[in-house]
């Protein structure tokens, strides 16, 4: 009768050790299964990374004009080109980049332009050009002939600098700055710059090239203030906003098509 008790009392010694031993390699799959998905975490992280990275965009605008696009008395960040390349940026991946090239200055008509453009090699491989010109012309009385023959000029190279492609261009209206302190709502200069926006719109109509409308922004400086630069006669950061309301859905088509 010993034998049989001795035997049984070593079998169930051997099958403790044995459960011991499964409950450590239970263990050790788990481990395993929990580094398994931790790895698979990571590889996700980086396949994101990756995928983020081959998305990021890397674009080049020229903005040709006056004082309106060099945003006379306002900061170099409120003007409307610095805006749109940061309203851009916002829509696409991080890392994405955009060199911003601004030719213009405060008093500049068409034929200032035109001489500062030829005075500098212009590269033809932008991804947009946005052309804001004609208030000087009409401030100083010039001859609206000499606009009419230098503003399609300023058109033919702008549509250059994007190699050709004119669906890349966003011309804008002239703002009427006679609705600001200085000038109180003065009748003749805003059916002056009436003419001169007719002849802009009727020319890009004509030659399919985009034209945006902010002038009717600049008209409400007198009832709303805010639209105003401090030196009460150039638009505001808050205008050129508006601007860019207008401008970046286009902007946007443009550089994705």
């Not at 049989?4 to 051997?14: E, N, Q, R, T």
Request: net charge negative; charged share 20%.
């Amino acid at each position: 009768m010993k034998k049989p008790i001795l035997s049984i009392f070593i079998c169930f010694c051997l099958f403790l050790v044995s459960c011991g031993s499964m409950n450590d390699q239970i263990e050790t799959i788990e481990e395993i299964d929990e580094i398994k998905d931790e790895v698979v975490v990571i590889d996700a992280e980086l396949d994101s990374t990756s995928i983020n990275n081959s998305n990021t965009k890397s674009f080049k605008i020229l903005s040709l004009g006056d004082s309106y696009t060099i945003g006379q008395s306002v900061c170099e960040t409120c003007r409307y080109p610095s805006q749109l390349k940061d309203s851009l940026l916002k829509k696409y991946p991080e890392g994405s980049t955009i060199d911003l090239k601004i030719i213009a200055r405060t008093g500049w008509t068409t034929t200032d332009l035109i001489n500062a453009i030829n005075s500098q090699n212009i590269s033809n491989d932008y991804n947009l050009t946005t052309l804001l010109i004609g208030v000087n012309n009409q401030y100083r009385f010039s001859n609206m002939a000499v606009f009419q023959e230098e503003f399609p000029l300023l058109v033919d190279t702008a549509i250059k600098a994007i190699g050709d492609e004119k669906n890349k261009l966003i011309v804008i209206s002239i703002p009427d700055y006679s609705f600001t302190p200085l000038f109180k709502n003065n009748t003749y200069i805003s059916k002056q710059i009436d003419n001169y926006n007719k002849f802009i719109e009727e020319y890009c109509t004509k030659n399919d090239i985009t034209y945006v409308n902010i002038t009717d922004i600049s008209r409400e400086g007198l009832t709303n203030p805010n639209l105003v630069a401090s030196d009460n006669l150039h638009l505001s950061k808050l205008a050129y906003t508006k601007f860019i309301q207008r401008i970046l859905p286009l902007a946007l088509k443009k550089l994705n098509n």
